[in-house]
């Protein structure tokens, strides 16, 4: 006997966009993915050290001379990634008014690459100001600068989970009529800090990384991000359908070796979105390329959703963009929705015999309804995301 | 927006009180626990104890302006010294989510916790995303924003106090030690860059406290109005 095909409930994704070591557009970003390009590339950035590192290829776009006092990397990137979200923005605030659109976004690093380079000056350079270059909330004062909207703004900062945690925030504010749409998303930019704080914890490769193999010995990181427009309601091919979120309670940086903690939140994702386990189609997984975080995380899909979805990292390509890590893999959940192919998840083979998921390091044929995305966190912060096709 | 939730316990700790004690955090972690990590531990216990609930039960939201800024200057100055050798244990306490995750851990509790950070805006952006999760989730929640004194390399000239305050909210109940309602502010109430980013938090537990019908500026264009709550002769009677 047949179910009837329920209609996708959710808040409609109205535009999107994301840039990465892959590329400055989502096209490029997108083309890059799907023909199994690594924009990973070993780099000198934190000599001595030796690993790879993702980052965004050429120059970025400059900030309006209104907002030029807010001058990092991280605004840059702002700039990049909310011009072509525009049109819809603008729309946007026309349909609701500016205070009816939220912004809310996902950092762990904010500025602090620019406090790392004006520290190591000696003394302050002039136009370094702590609350415009180092602070979370500078990127919610350029984006509002940029978009125009005014609505409720902070920065979600908890780690490598923080870019899922947005899609939480998003939900909370329309469903409770604070606002009309909200822009999210996360940005993050390679740091010194955080490079060598990786390294510092022996989590860190010396080569691109290589989620979900054998022989894989730690992440790489990368930097850039992803924007998205959520309305209560609209046109969409993609709908946000189910959020969860919770803590392991077990650790600062490892996660629970049974993966209780990944598999708790997306339990909590799909009963928020009131889907049935069967129901998903694909997991673009955290997947670091860290041996206990694959590991657990491959315990916690197999616990949850069994060994028959096919499961995706795309960190081999961009790296960990930590705090903005999930918002570009939101992009690519989507894109798997749209396109009904998944991409490749590099350098998974050979796969580690304890990881039996259905890993492909080729790009599969696969229609997909609704696409889990998960992030996992320092500190045992959990996230986890379903995206699903409107129709 | 004008969801109306009662508050059922407060702490609040300032410069000049005793070091925090941070009682909920095991001896060893509290022996480690930066300036920013104490004082939200301390205001968890205080605002959980006043309201008789037990903080390893309860969702949270943490709020800093800035965050862990005494361990990133450790950071920084390590990553400028010969070697540029970071500390792994300052590292991972770097993390503006660092209090939430290690009274999570400290607590065995799993539940929902976020960390936010909105300039002077910090106290209002966590107090509607702590009231826009309770109209979802009907029950409690802990509110706990804080942040540090200014540290000189970064912030020259800057000279306010560290402070910390939590709230324990509840929309179901129907009582406590006052109400609160989230309101637009008709004007934005310019705030003071010499004060302390989340200064709105211990001007609402002094509100709360002094048990008069008030407004409290909150910055970003939003208000806390405070109705206090009438207590029954014997409260326990209403549990």
């Known amino acids: 006997m047949g179910r009837a095909v329920k209609a996708t409930q959710g808040y409609a994704i109205s535009a999107y966009t994301g840039a990465c070591a892959l590329g400055a557009t989502r096209e490029q970003v997108l083309a890059a993915l799907y023909g199994g390009q690594s924009g990973l590339a070993l780099s000198q950035f934190a000599e001595p050290l030796q690993t790879a590192l993702g980052a965004v290829p050429g120059p970025l776009p400059e900030l309006p001379a209104k907002l030029r ?74 984006l509002r600068g940029l978009t125009g909207a005014r609505g409720p703004g902070y920065v979600v900062s908890t780690a490598c989970s923080s870019a899922n945690k947005v899609f939480g925030s998003a939900q909370r504010l329309l469903s409770s009529g604070v606002v009309d749409a909200v822009l999210v998303g996360g940005i993050d930019t390679l740091c010194q800090i955080t490079v060598r704080g990786f390294h510092s914890l022996g989590i860190l490769s010396a080569r691109p990384c290589r989620p979900f193999a054998s022989d894989r010995d730690g992440t790489s990181i990368g930097e850039g991000g992803a924007l998205l427009l959520i309305e209560r309601a609209g046109e969409a091919a993609v709908l946000l359908c189910g959020v969860g979120e919770c803590s392991d309670a077990h650790h600062m940086t490892q996660p629970a070796p049974d993966g209780s903690g990944a598999a708790a939140a997306m339990r909590f994702a799909l009963a928020d979105a009131g889907l049935d386990p069967s129901e998903i189609d694909h997991v673009n997984a955290h997947g670091t390329g860290t041996p206990l975080n694959d590991i657990a995380e491959a315990r916690a899909i197999d616990a949850v959703l069994g060994r028959g979805v096919p499961v995706v990292s795309t960190k081999g390509a961009t790296g960990h963009m930590l705090g903005a890590a999930a918002a570009i893999e939101a992009l690519f959940a989507i894109a798997a929705i749209e396109r009904g192919q998944l991409p490749p998840s590099l350098g998974c083979a050979p796969r580690d015999p304890e990881i039996q998921l259905a890993i492909s390091a080729e790009p599969r044929a696969h229609a997909c309804r609704y696409v889990i995305s998960n992030a996992l966190a320092f500190g045992g912060s959990n996230a986890s995301v379903i995206f699903g096709a409107a129709s | 927006m004008s969801a109306s939730v009662y508050v059922r316990g407060i702490g609040g700790w300032e410069a000049g009180a005793a070091k925090p004690a941070a009682a909920l955090l095991p001896a060893r972690m509290r022996g480690r626990a930066s300036p920013l990590t ?60 660092t209090a939430a995750a290690q009274l999570s851990i400290a607590l065995h509790n799993s539940r929902f916790t976020t960390s936010i950070a909105a300039g002077h805006d910090t106290v209002a952006m966590s107090l509607i995303e702590a009231t826009c999760w309770l109209a979802r989730n009907p029950g409690q929640i802990l509110v706990a924003c804080a942040d540090e004194a200014p540290i000189q390399v970064l912030q020259p000239g800057a000279a306010y106090s560290p402070l910390a305050a939590a ?65 029954p002769a014997n409260s326990g009677a209403h549990e």
């Open chain 1, 69 to 142: 006092s807010f001058d990092t990397r991280l605004a840059r990137l702002a700039v990049l990634l909310s011009e072509p979200l525009q049109p819809q923005l603008s729309a946007a605030i026309a349909r609701y008014g500016a205070s009816r659109v939220g912004i809310v976004v996902a950092s762990s690093t904010g500025g602090l690459s620019a406090s790392e380079q004006a520290f190591g000056a000696g003394t302050l350079p002039a136009d370094y100001s702590f609350e415009r270059s180092h602070a979370f909330y500078a990127l919610v004062e350029v």
């Open chain 2, 38 to 97: 104490s004082m939200l531990a301390e205001v968890v216990e205080q605002a959980t104890r006043a309201a008789g609930v037990d903080a390893a039960t309860l969702p949270s939201v943490f709020g800093s302006a800035y965050g862990e800024m005494n361990t990133t200057g450790a950071l920084l100055a390590q990553l400028w010294a010969a070697g540029a050798q970071l500390s792994p244990a300052k590292f991972q306490a770097s993390v503006h989510n």
């Open chain 2, 167 to 231: 709230f324990v909210l509840d929309n179901v109940s129907g009582h406590g030690l006052a109400r609160i309602e989230l309101m637009p502010a008709d004007t934005c109430g310019e705030a003071g860059r010499a004060e302390n980013p989340c200064a709105a938090a211990l001007a609402l537990v002094r509100a709360i406290t002094a048990s008069q019908s008030t407004d409290v500026a909150l910055h970003g264009g939003w208000r806390a109005r405070v109705e206090p709550v009438a207590q």
